[in-house]
């Protein structure tokens, strides 16, 4: 890898494409002849306009997202949409929520505060070792909304599927850790929302996908200006300061991506990295996959190999053969290898390769 860098398997902040990095760095101090950085200019400025529509223009050539939805660049992380969106989307009060880890349920814990909220599916019983099937959702037909998360960070499980809901009701979806690893069919979501810094750059950034007949709920006479996506979406995500900087770095990123072949691609090479570790892992007896096969994810393998001693082991020693972030978020303990867009695949045969050389030493 370039100047010594290492593999990163953070869930997040998290790897960023390598040739992103060095645009980063050879227009740092002078954006195409602006005089000035990104990070100095204007929001408000020509320049700074042609960024952002441009970022803009590529999400929605990337993911193919149709007119009649918005594209937000907000502040606050995901977490913060977990308020945002009962504050924008109940109408009547009610909404229904499939609880598979706990950014889903953090989420489910700021909706209660603002209506009446359903449980549709829980695999807390398992610990988040599965996402439900389509015939396990018990959602409301009368619900303002279903909300999931299509992929759970923490415990390595993924929707492979689009969930059906009951007519009228639209499909929420937090994709904040494998947004841009596949084509997804925006049609079938009213809302999808993502932060930044899995996937898609630096953390800051956090990107809201909104169909426009769910705006204009919004009670702005008793909630803060900030929240309401339609007085964000009328001026153009720049009611104050936007994220300048991290939503350059998201452009660079989409430039990267379309170069590489688009979401396309970025499935394939996901489904290459995620198989060779699943297939090495079913293989062998000393590490055992953490998820359901059926809910495996593609951006994050959870393993673990039974005994908390070797698994501190495995993360120091995985550390000082220069991969870091191996160890698994505390809620689920064992490892992680979080494997997003800019890991490459040699980063995932290094990594095998040394699970291997440890089985054999520690079995
Ligand atoms: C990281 C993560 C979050 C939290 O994101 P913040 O930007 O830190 O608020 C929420 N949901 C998922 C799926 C995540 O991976």
Redesign the pocket.
């Known amino acids: 890898m370039a100047d010594n860098r290492i593999y990163n398997f953070s869930a997040?902040p998290s790897m960023l494409p390598v040739p992103v990095l060095e645009r980063c760095a050879s227009e740092m101090l002078n954006y195409k002849g602006s005089g000035m950085s990104v990070m100095e200019m204007s929001h408000r400025s020509k320049v700074y306009d042609g960024i952002i529509k441009e970022t803009e223009a590529a999400l929605r050539r990337v993911l193919s997202i149709p007119d009649n939805y918005k594209v937000l660049f907000l502040q606050g992380?995901?977490?913060t949409q977990f308020a945002a969106i009962p504050m924008n989307l109940m109408k009547t009060g009610k909404a229904d929520y499939a609880i598979t880890g706990n950014?889903a349920n953090n989420a489910y814990k700021e909706a209660v505060k603002f209506g009446d909220i359903h449980v549709a599916f829980s695999s807390k019983e398992g610990n988040f070792d599965r996402v439900p099937t389509q015939g396990e959702l018990d959602i409301r037909p009368d619900a303002d909304y279903f909300y999931i998360?299509a992929?759970?960070?923490i415990y390595g499980t993924e929707y492979q599927y689009d969930p059906e809901t009951p007519a009228g009701v639209p499909l929420v979806a937090?994709m904040?850790?494998n947004i841009l690893s596949k084509p997804v069919d925006v049609s079938k979501y009213g809302v999808i929302y993502a932060?930044a810094?899995?996937n898609m750059g630096p953390?800051g950034v956090?990107v809201v996908i909104v169909r426009e007949d769910l705006l204009g709920n919004y009670p702005l006479e008793k909630y803060p200006v900030m929240l309401d996506w339609k007085t964000m979406a009328d001026k153009d995500s720049m009611y104050n300061t936007p994220p300048t900087y991290g939503i350059y770095v998201l452009g660079l990123v989409l430039e990267w991506v379309e170069q590489m072949g688009g979401v396309k691609v970025m499935q394939e090479r996901a489904a290459k990295r995620s198989s060779m570790l699943y297939d090495y892992l079913d293989s062998q007896n000393f590490y055992k996959a953490v998820a359901e096969k059926a809910s495996r994810s593609h951006m994050n393998v959870t393993f673990r190999t039974g005994n908390d001693e070797l698994d501190a082991k495995f993360a120091k020693e995985s550390a000082a053969a220069g991969m870091s972030n191996l160890k698994g978020h505390r809620s689920v303990g064992g490892m992680r290898a979080s494997i997003y867009n800019a890991m490459p695949i040699e980063g995932v045969e290094y990594l095998i390769d040394f699970m291997k050389k440890f089985a054999a030493e520690n079995a």
């Open positions: 997040g992380g995901a977490t950014f998360c992929n759970n960070t937090d904040s850790s932060g810094q899995k953390a956090t």
